[in-house]
């Protein structure tokens, strides 16, 4: 198995080149399909976790979650729910609104797996 914290950071490297055009989250989750499947990455999508969670993007424990609004506290807690499952190797948090923007002056280490923020650029409709 590959290293989960390589994998992370490819896909989190695709992703931040891209503008999106988007009117809906749906539309954009279209876009970053498209995307991962540009790349050769193989990916699901709303793949449910347990009970209560439900991934945006799953690629072999890999999570992404996307989010066009939303208090980045609100984010931050539900990337905490993910990264807390046994299967779950690593999340990436990519965002359109500004705080997705911020660097993390320290990232989470949660259970020692790799968490990454990233900023996806929207492009005018």
């Known amino acids: 198995m590959s290293d989960p914290r390589l994998?992370?950071?490819?896909?989190a490297n695709h992703l931040a080149r891209y503008s999106y055009r988007f009117g809906s989250e749906i539309q954009l989750h279209e876009r970053i399909a498209a995307v991962l499947e540009r790349h050769g990455i193989e990916h699901q999508r709303e793949r449910v976790l347990d009970a209560k969670n439900r991934?945006?993007?799953w690629i072999d424990g890999l999570?992404?979650?996307v989010k066009v609004d939303g208090a980045m506290s609100e984010a931050l807690r539900q990337v905490s729910r993910y990264i807390n499952l046994p299967h779950v190797t690593g999340v990436i948090l990519?965002?359109?609104p500004r705080w997705a923007a911020q660097p993390l002056t320290e990232q989470p280490g949660w259970q020692d797996k790799p968490f990454q923020m990233i900023r996806l650029a929207r492009q005018s409709l």
């Open 7 to 11: 994998i992370l950071n490819a896909v």
């Open 94 to 96: 990519a965002g359109t």
């Open 63 to 65: 999570v992404i979650e």
């Open 55 to 57: 991934a945006d993007f």
